[in-house]
């Protein structure tokens, strides 16, 4: 009797994810810490020459919930929450070179970041449910970029490749 409980179980839960395929596309495992984008205030301006220490975090929280009738069942719940936190240091040295009237500006991002994602699925009627969650803390790849800056009066404008 228990084997054709557990046997029903797997086979509902099955068909009830069945239900909300969705295409997922990772990179790096799913760890992937990079940013599009990263560039921040005042990106266009041309740091006086020196060296710089630069430190953002980022932080983002979700959750995901899904109440189902289920046939024979009662009522199925499954849900995810998901956790992440990068902090990227970088380091910023502006060398007093001008290339074509430009100042010339090295840098490195060295990113950090943890994440952590917890699924569950019940089915109350029947007294049965199931959790599963999994972290990590990685660092990712390190970037190496270069920009080209120059100003005039008011304005400023770069060309940067990270």
Known sequence: MALCIKRFLVIALSCVSLLHLVPVQAAEGGSGFYLLGT???MAGMSLPV??????DLYFYSGKSRTD?????????Y???DAVAYVDLHTLIWVPGTHIGGARLT???TFPIGYKKVSAFAALPAMGVGAEISDSTIRMGDPTVG???GWSHQKWNWSVARS
Not at 50 to 55: E, H, S
Not at 68 to 76: E, Q, T
């Open 50 to 55: 020196g060296m710089y220490v630069q430190n």
């Open 39 to 41: 560039r921040s205030q």
């Open 78 to 80: 499954l849900g995810v």
């Open 146 to 148: 270069a920009s080209l």
């Open 68 to 76: 189902l009738d289920v046939p024979l069942a009662g009522g199925a």
């Open 106 to 108: 090295l840098n490195t």
